[in-house]
């Protein structure tokens, strides 16, 4: 059985004046925390290439994965991670954070 996984996934909505040079600086600063927080266990990302049409204006997801709510609570005041903050609130216009323990089955 796999060791169960604390995911964070976070989604970004730029403001609509938001360059694409200033949304580089926002997807390289948060590719770099994983080289600054050790608790980080998983990293990817990626922008939204969905068909359906539900993206609701949000382009970018960023996943996180932690061993467990301590690592995650260690990563969110983390200065780094903080410094983050600084960088990215003035280019975006909505954030959402959702948190779950990883759960897997069995195809039948």
């Known amino acids: 059985m796999m060791p169960k996984r604390l995911r964070h996934v976070v989604l970004f909505q730029f403001k609509e004046e938001t360059t694409s040079a200033q949304i580089q600086e926002v997807?390289?600063?948060?590719?770099?925390l994983p080289g600054k927080i050790d608790v980080i266990r998983g990293f990817e990302w990626g922008t939204d290439v969905s068909v359906e049409g539900k993206a609701d204006g949000f382009t970018h997801c960023f996943f996180l994965t932690f061993n467990s709510e301590a690592d995650r609570d260690t990563y969110l005041p983390h200065?780094?991670?903080?410094?983050?903050?600084?960088?990215?609130?003035?280019?975006?216009?909505r954030v959402q954070v959702f948190d779950y323990w990883a759960e897997e089955s069995s195809a039948t």
């Open 27 to 32: 997807v390289d600063a948060f590719c770099a």
């Open 79 to 93: 200065p780094a991670h903080r410094e983050f903050g600084t960088i990215v609130r003035p280019y975006v216009a």
